[in-house]
């Protein structure tokens, strides 16, 4: 029987954009893979924490130590590390020791902390895909631990085929939607349902290049059309739209 509804898919994750920005987070290991998780916390500006013996750093993790962007308790874990003052909001071992390894995770479940268990896709609330990034704009792949390998061949083909300049198209969108919400800040359902429609007219009409080339005074004309519900084109934002530039046929095969 067919329907219009979507259908449902068992078996996946429920991908989200995690908000650890400000937040404790514990990394427990000091190699490549520790690295590398080090760096999707950092870009999301957590404060990281690293429990690894000093020889137990790789040349990496060391600089970040050595900079100052991650704490390190130069140890093995202890469950101190998760003592409740401390308020962490998540935990990743990237270790060669499968029985400690599950010893965190299972204290983690206990004090009900979030937690990641590299390469053990059964004692992880929560997966890592392989993620591209230009500015704001971050997609990621994930094959539900299935693939990391072919997760970030795919990841590469998708930014292969995104147009140049998109990340800085979005951070364009991004200032016209903080504009349009200080000219309509209506903060009901009404009033954020039209705000969306409109914005995603504009996303739907406008190109890449059009928010590329957008500048301060043609957002500014834009958002005037807001309330009369209008969604113009960026070369009618651009020309002003007011009958003010003229286009004269000469009767032949082209324009004066």
Not at 118 to 147: K, W
């Amino acid at each position: 029987m067919s329907t219009k509804f979507p259908e449902i898919q068992g078996g996946g994750s429920l991908i989200l954009a995690w908000q650890i920005k400000g937040k404790e987070v514990l990394v427990v290991g000091g190699g490549e893979v520790a690295a590398g998780r080090i760096v999707n916390l950092l870009n999301a500006d957590a404060k990281v924490t690293v429990v690894c013996p000093a020889e137990g750093l790789n040349e990496e993790v060391a600089y970040r130590v050595q900079q100052g962007q991650v704490k390190h308790v130069d140890r093995v874990f202890l469950p101190l590390d998760l003592e409740p003052q401390k308020k962490v909001a998540m935990v990743l071992t990237a270790i060669d020791d499968p029985d400690a390894s599950t010893r965190i995770w299972k204290y983690c479940k206990q004090l009900k902390v979030p937690a990641n268990i590299a390469d053990v896709p059964s004692e992880c609330d929560f997966y890592f895909g392989s993620v591209h990034r230009d500015g704001p704009l971050q997609i990621m792949v994930s094959t539900n631990g299935n693939g990391p390998r072919m997760a970030a061949a795919i990841r590469r083909q998708i930014g292969q085929m995104l147009p140049e300049g998109t990340g800085d198209s979005i951070t364009r969108v991004g200032q016209l939607r903080r504009k349009l919400r200080k000219v309509a800040p209506g903060k009901g359902t009404r009033d954020i349902s039209k705000r969306m429609g409109w914005m995603s007219e504009v996303c739907d009409k406008w190109s890449t290049d059009d928010f590329n080339d957008m500048n301060d005074d043609d957002m500014q004309r834009l958002v005037q059309y807001y309330e009369s519900g209008m969604v113009p084109s960026f070369q009618e934002i651009r020309l002003g739209n007011r009958g003010d530039v003229v286009w004269e046929f000469d009767g032949s095969f082209g324009w004066m």
